[in-house]
């Protein structure tokens, strides 16, 4: 039987990387990131039979997700006629695994398979997805602080470091307490256990999967530079340290990176959650400024993230809509 697991974390906690050495595993389809099942599931997530029509819609709704459409680069005949040939009797999440499928059709043939989720956005919206998916293994991957923060600052241009400190204590607790208190079965990995022991993490992984074991995951960067050899150097570019061997290096950046100043704005908001998973960072003491800029941040990504809760509560048929116009302004970014 085919089983569902969501990769949950921050982004640049090293979820890419993670994907690709567990797609690269012969019962594991694990596709790039979207953000379809969040858009299509208030629409499609009751429906129980599935006519021609509404599979047609789903079909052409699904497209609409502008992540899928332009990195995954399946022709729609090719979802298209996946969906003729299922059964009308199915379930939102069987129509998710039909799409999932279609990113690598030639695994599934010789036993069940493993499909593997993974996007940033599902620790913000954990409750709202996982609430839904109840039965799905659920893989908490953390990195330290320092790192996610470091790759946040450099990659997407993002300053405020309180609130980016806020933000992995925040998504971090609630992943581990919502996970605990639905029973989901959890599995947390650290990245730099992924980095400096990758056999023994990956192992212990497909233990929690229940797959064999394959020393193919262990050869992602090939792969990568293949996957991301399709794509335009705008997407490519982010995700760089993706396309290398494993080292060291990756995990420790911020090291080179960080001011004084930005560790310890790090330590004051991190310290205690981050000592707690492993991470060995001096408590910083607090005191009034420190105290009054965390507060001011906080506010800030609180409505931000009020925003994003809100986006996905709009009706399909309108963010259909803000989705149009976004790609008229964006996509050619992305269209190699």
Not at 177 to 206: A, G, H, M, Q, W
Not at 214 to 219: H, M, V
Not at 223 to 249: C, I, V, W
Request: glycine fraction near 2%; aromatic fraction near 12%.
């Amino acid at each position: 039987m085919n089983s569902n697991v969501y990769i949950v974390c921050m982004g640049r906690s090293g979820s890419t990387i993670l994907r690709q050495m567990l797609d690269l595993h012969p019962r594991i389809i694990a596709p790039p990131e979207s953000f379809f099942v969040l858009h299509l599931m208030a629409k499609y997530g009751k429906i129980k039979d599935w006519s021609p029509q509404i599979k047609r819609n789903f079909v052409s709704d699904l497209y609409t997700d502008r992540p899928f459409r332009l990195i995954w680069k399946i022709p729609i005949d090719v979802v298209q006629a996946a969906f003729n040939k299922a059964p009308s009797n199915m379930s939102f999440n069987d129509a998710s695994n039909i799409v999932r499928s279609c990113y690598d059709p030639t695994k599934g043939k010789e036993g069940s398979i493993v499909f593997v989720d993974k996007n940033p956005i599902y620790s913000i919206l954990y409750q709202k997805l996982i609430s839904s998916h109840k039965s799905s293994k659920v893989i908490h991957l953390i990195r330290d602080p320092r790192g996610v923060i470091n790759g946040q600052i450099y990659s997407f241009n993002r300053k405020d470091v309180f609130a980016l400190g806020h933000l992995w204590n925040s998504r971090n607790k609630k992943i581990e307490k919502i996970s605990k208190d639905l029973k989901i079965d959890y599995f947390l990995v650290r990245f730099e256990d992924l980095v400096n022991k990758p056999e023994e993490t990956i192992k212990s992984l497909c233990d929690f999967l229940e797959v064999e074991y394959s020393e193919k995951t262990l050869n992602y960067n090939k792969r990568a530079e293949k996957f991301f050899s399709k794509q335009t150097k705008h997407y490519s570019n982010k995700h760089f340290s993706t396309q290398k061997p494993l080292n060291k290096d990756i995990s420790e950046k911020w090291k080179k990176n960080l001011s004084t100043n930005q560790l310890d704005k790090i330590a004051f908001m991190t310290s205690s959650l981050a000592n707690k998973f492993g991470y060995s960072i001096q408590e910083k003491k607090p005191y009034f400024i420190y105290s009054l800029y965390s507060t001011l941040s906080k506010l800030k990504l609180e409505i931000m993230l009020s925003i994003v809760h809100f986006y996905f509560k709009l009706p399909l048929f309108i963010r259909k809509s803000i989705l149009s116009i976004r790609s008229k302004i964006y996509d050619h970014k992305y269209e190699k």
